[in-house]
């Protein structure tokens, strides 16, 4: 049992089918590596995976719940997140559609991506519009259910981007790049379920508390992830609402993370929240 009833409601929302039209549809979390998450959407019978960086874990969770693969998503080229793509091919079959960013080339891609397009899958029956999120990597894209005829709460798949109190380090794009990544999250409804790809909550909570100590929002979050993470439950999906309360990358324009932010980098003045951000995230690369 969770230990506190916040923990506890928490994950009901985590683990809760997602109500759609006639059928429900489930995202899943499917551990690989250290701290990975490899989503798998179905409808029972049908399934996409998302950044399947390993085959094995997903081949096993296929089997043990009798689901056809029918399409993969990648978010960006990073191995632990494409590492998987060519085996699950061999093994279920190369005409699988897999979906990924036009602007890298990533083995096993059959679609090219770009902002603005429209992923329609038959089964299990999803539309999910594309977004291009560069920061952590050129390439990086996101995926977006939005509340439609068949989706109850809407659904951002989001790789590396964002991350639950947290986000990607800045491996090839710049501060202002994230910043306007970021900012395509922060207009999504506050409702929107994120999955993202990492368990690194605990730690970005802790940064989180030096740039915010006397968040209250986010305190009781410590709490409720520790609880989680104490019997060994996944702290996502965390929500857009959520993380515009607790996570300083999508906070950049409060006053509490400016003047954090002003202190920790000497400056008299940081004049957007791409500024802000290039501070926090070079604080945090080195927390």
Known sequence: RVRS?????????????????????QVWPIPAFDDNYLWCIHDGESALIVDPGDAAP???YLDQNKLTLTGILITHHHADHTGGIVTLLNTLGSTIPVYGPAAIDIPGRT????EGDKVEIAA???????????GHTLS?????????????????????????????????????????????????????????????????????????????N?????????????????????????ELQVNPFMRCDQKAVIDAALE?????????????????RAWKDRF
């Open 140 to 216: 990086h894209i996101a995926y977006f259910a939005n509340r439609q005829a068949n989706v109850v709460e809407p659904m951002l798949f989001c790789g590396d981007t964002l991350f639950a109190s947290g986000c990607g380090r800045l491996f090839e794009g710049t501060p202002t790049q994230m910043s306007q990544s970021l900012a395509k999250f922060i207009a999504l409804p506050k409702n929107t379920l994120v999955y993202c790809t990492h368990e690194y909550t605990l730690s970005n909570i802790r940064f989180a508390l030096a740039v915010e100590p006397n968040n209250a």
């Open 58 to 60: 997903v081949l096993q």
């Open 111 to 114: 679609h090219a991506l770009m």
């Open 124 to 134: 299990p029956r999803m539309s999910l519009e594309v977004y291009e999120v560069p």
């Open 264 to 280: 920790v980098s000497g400056e008299k003045s940081l004049p957007t929240p791409a500024h802000v951000l290039a501070v926090i």
């Open 5 to 25: 009833s916040a923990a506890s409601d928490v994950y009901k929302r985590q683990v809760s089918w997602t109500m759609v039209k006639n059928t429900l549809l």
């Open 218 to 242: 986010l305190i009781t979050w410590a709490q409720t992830a520790k609880a989680l993470r104490d019997q060994h439950l996944p702290t996502l999906p965390t929500t857009i609402g959520q």
